[in-house]
């Protein structure tokens, strides 16, 4: 009998986390490193909303309170969904989670038996494959492409929906590309899911850079078009949006009441309740007009960014990046790069030797800039492993400030011309070490 149960080997990560090991090891080292892997904002959550957790701490509000989340929490979401979305939600149909992340689990734990299939966007958020996986589901990446800016339209998801999908995940704004779909795009794929698509068929909507977009562009939701509210969780939270990653505030809302009771019991199972200070918290997020102006100021910040970061990457030989629509990552293809720096032939000769079987050219790419140039960034492959071959792109984060940015992009050209170095840094002690 083994040690770890079987189903743990089909449990992948989110290499955003893992990466902190091999960062560490730089810093011990000395080296100053940009982190352009960061998936979380370079703001702080706002002092209006620290002095409203701190006053129920104070208050003595710290003790267990409703799994589903305390019922103000709640009525904020309902009344932010209805007024966002224009979708009618009782309170009764949501549940609190400690982030957006605990949904994904929930949801494939909830709706998806071992051989169904599940759709996802690939690149996309490396957790919804890890779960299918766990759950023993087929995966079916939905491939986005640069070319259409990393949107996708009915008739390419016709093309995966069968008579054994039961799940099909959507995220827009999206990790890692920014791209976004639009309402029409959304019309569409509405339209496909009533025509094709049993009722027992769900939506899962990841909404989590519901508030980061550019160009005056506002949010969509699958939601807000006809027949998707009694198919579609919505998921969400405070992460991104108000800047507060380790609050761990996140919420969905559930087609039935009944589906919201699965929810709330599997946070029963799991961790009780999330606290209740920060739930109230929470609810001022949407309630405080002050809010607002907190969250414009953090997205100019990032549009900023994206305004001198793409045509800055795009000037680097080998490179090509799309302009994101909306969340923090920028999401060039590095093909050139690779071309140039004889990445590809490298990748070929440890292949060759059996070394570095889960080695791809965009990770020694990713690794040659951290390890060497001082850059931290996340390649294709930490965003869907299935599928991924041939595609080579980083995700580069702009939650950092404009100086960072411009000295990690001074970086990335200069790595972009050191051939020599590359090579040098495949045989050298590091290049074994990572790649052996
Ligand atoms: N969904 C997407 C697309 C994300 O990018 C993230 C975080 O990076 C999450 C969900 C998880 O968010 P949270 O930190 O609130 O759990």
Redesign the pocket.
Known sequence: MPLIARRMSHLGTENAFKLGDDIRRCVDRGMDVIRFNL?APDFRSAPHLNRVASAALDAGRSGYCDPAGILPFRQAIADHVRRTRGVDVTPERVVVTP???PPIGYTLQTYVDEGDEVVYPSPG?PIYESWVRFVGAVPVPLSLSDDRDFAFTADDLAALVTERTKLIIL?SPS?PTGGVLSREELAGIAELVRARCRPDVRIYS?E?YEQILFDGLEHESIASHPGMPERTVIAS?H?KGFAM?GWRL?WAVLPTEEEAAIFKQININIMSCVPPFLQEAGAAAYEDPASAVEVRRMVDAFEKRRNWIVPALNEVPGMRCRTPKGAFYVFPDVSGVCERLGVYEACERIHKVGRGRRTTPAGMLQMFLLHRYGVASMDRASFGRIGAGGQDFLRLSIANGMDDIRRGVDRIVAAAKDAQGFAEFVEDEDGRALFG
């Open positions: 998936g982030g957006a992340k958020f995220c990790n990841d989590i939270g992460s990653t996140g």
